[in-house]
């Protein structure tokens, strides 16, 4: 739902911009709980998102560019980064955890990087004036590593928040990618300066390569801010510009349709499939799941054995009785380990199976292995 102030449901309001400050604010001091997502008005292909409850920040981080991001801060900081890192990754938190868990790091580290990352990313959030932002109640962190004062968090870096919000005219996020539109203009204008001609030798062969700000920074182990600084007087003078951070289009992927009567598996499944691009729809009622079914036609279903008035093996077995849903791949989720249970679920037509509890990258390696099966059977 998009945030609405005048309303305490959050009714949907698309075209309406708030300050991103005030409304962190006032959910901090109301103590609500959830996630808040804001695109840059100034780059749509940018957006931040802070997590927060219980009058606590829980962590801040970008939904986009995390190898950019977490690079250039991981080294900035000198934060232990190695090769092993894997940085193809949708979330940072998600990232920084499983880094984290493989290197058998003290969780001294990760709260120590988790804070940093926070930190820096509430700086480009508060930075924009006026936004719109959409106010997630249901959406948390498994595990809940960070839990810190708002008020702590962002007293050590208000300067930088003040001097982002002053550069936002010409370069509004280190996302952005500076370009050279008139090398002229700009030779012109480094050659009266000799500081300015200094900093343009230095990093002028990278302005060429449609590196993001944090790239950029990055190669030439220099604070974004500060460079951002200095490229200010080119930006003003037309000599560069900035392209937006234009991340890629993603894959249509499949649609996954959840059937289990627990909003905590609900929730789980959502966390674990959305940030790869699937579009998951959750049912909790099992006795209403088929019409729907039936109706949005879903490329995988995921269900539970143990439900009430229908059980997962009879309401598999239901769905195989239509031409529709015969051929959908169908994962049993469930706590249930023993050879019968496995064999009853395949008798009723069960694709996969996966004992709880997994964990969010089992579910998606199986959930990818059954599309790419679907994808052979249908050449």
Same mark, same amino acid.
């Given at each position: 739902?998009?945030?609405?102030?005048?309303?305490?449901?959050?009714?949907?309001?698309?075209?309406?911009?708030?300050?991103?400050?005030?409304?962190?604010?006032?959910?901090?001091?109301?103590?609500?709980?959830?996630?808040?997502?804001?695109?840059?008005?100034?780059?749509?292909?940018?957006?931040?998102?802070?997590?927060?409850?219980?009058?606590?920040?829980?962590?801040?981080?970008?939904?986009?560019?995390?190898?950019?991001?977490?690079?250039?801060?991981?080294?900035?900081?000198?934060?232990?980064?190695?090769?092993?890192?894997?940085?193809?990754?949708?979330?940072?938190?998600?990232?920084?955890?499983?880094?984290?868990?493989?290197?058998?790091?003290?969780?001294?580290?990760?709260?120590?990087?988790?804070?940093?990352?926070?930190?820096?990313?509430?700086?480009?959030?508060?930075?924009?004036?006026?936004?719109? *932002?959409?106010?997630? /109640?249901?959406?948390?962190?498994? $595990?809940?590593? !960070?839990? =810190?004062?708002?008020?702590?968090?962002?007293? %050590?870096?208000?300067?930088?928040?003040?001097?982002?919000?002053?550069?936002?005219?010409?370069?509004?996020?280190?996302?952005?990618?500076?370009?050279?539109?008139?090398?002229?203009?700009?030779?012109?204008?480094?050659?009266?300066?000799?500081?300015?001609?200094?900093?343009?030798?230095?990093?002028?062969?990278?302005?060429?390569?449609?590196?993001?700000?944090?790239?950029?920074?990055?190669?030439?182990?220099?604070?974004?801010?500060?460079?951002?600084?200095?490229?200010?007087?080119?930006?003003?003078?037309?000599? *560069?510009?900035?392209? /937006?951070?234009?991340?890629?289009? $993603?894959?249509? !992927?499949? =649609?996954?349709?959840?059937?289990?009567?627990? %909003?905590?598996?609900?929730?789980?499944?959502?966390?674990?499939?959305?940030?790869?691009?699937?579009?998951?729809?959750?049912?909790?009622?099992?006795?209403?799941?088929?019409?729907?079914?039936?109706?949005?036609?879903?490329?995988?279903?995921?269900?539970?054995?143990?439900?009430?008035?229908?059980?997962?093996?009879?309401?598999?077995?239901?769905?195989?009785?239509?031409?529709?849903?015969?051929?959908?791949?169908?994962?049993?989720?469930?706590?249930?380990?023993?050879?019968?249970?496995?064999?009853?679920?395949?008798?009723?037509?069960?694709?996969?199976?996966?004992?709880? $509890?997994?964990?969010?990258?089992?579910?998606?390696?199986?959930?990818?292995?059954?599309?790419?099966?679907?994808?052979?059977?249908?050449?």
């Amino acid at each position: 739902m998009t945030y609405s102030p005048n309303s305490p449901s959050g009714q949907p309001t698309e075209q309406t911009k708030f300050s991103p400050a005030k409304v962190i604010h006032k959910f901090i001091s109301e103590e609500r709980s959830g996630r808040l997502i804001m695109a840059d008005p100034n780059d749509s292909s940018i957006q931040w998102c802070v997590y927060f409850g219980g009058g606590q920040i829980h962590f801040a981080g970008s939904l986009m560019g995390v190898q950019e991001r977490l690079i250039y801060i991981l080294n900035k900081e000198s934060l232990g980064l190695n090769s092993s890192f894997n940085s193809d990754l949708s979330s940072d938190y998600q990232a920084i955890y499983q880094y984290w868990q493989s290197q058998q790091l003290p969780l001294s580290w990760v709260r120590q990087t988790l804070s940093v990352l926070t930190q820096e990313a509430l700086v480009q959030f508060l930075a924009i004036p006026q936004a719109s *932002l959409k106010y997630e /109640p249901t959406i948390g962190l498994d $595990p809940l590593l !960070l839990s =810190v004062p708002f008020r702590q968090v962002i007293l %050590p870096v208000r300067d930088e928040i003040t001097r982002w919000t002053q550069s936002r005219d010409v370069l509004s996020s280190p996302f952005q990618r500076p370009c050279i539109v008139d090398r002229d203009r700009c030779l012109q204008l480094v050659w009266s300066d000799s500081r300015l001609r200094e900093q343009f030798e230095n990093i002028s062969r990278f302005i060429d390569k449609n590196l993001t700000l944090y790239e950029m920074a990055y190669c030439l182990s220099k604070d974004v801010l500060e460079l951002a600084s200095s490229l200010k007087p080119l930006l003003e003078s037309g000599g *560069l510009e900035v392209q /937006p951070y234009h991340i890629p289009e $993603p894959q249509k !992927l499949p =649609v996954v349709a959840c059937v289990d009567d627990s %909003p905590t598996i609900q929730q789980f499944v959502r966390m674990s499939l959305e940030p790869s691009g699937y579009e998951v729809m959750s049912f909790l009622n099992p006795s209403e799941a088929i019409a729907t079914l039936l109706a949005c036609q879903p490329s995988l279903i995921l269900m539970d054995i143990e439900m009430p008035e229908i059980d997962g093996y009879e309401l598999c077995r239901r769905a195989r009785q239509f031409e529709i849903l015969r051929h959908v791949p169908i994962i049993m989720l469930t706590g249930r380990e023993g050879i019968i249970d496995r064999m009853r679920a395949r008798m009723v037509g069960c694709s996969g199976y996966l004992t709880k $509890p997994f964990n969010p990258q089992d579910l998606l390696n199986l959930v990818q292995k059954q599309a790419q099966v679907q994808s052979v059977q249908a050449l």
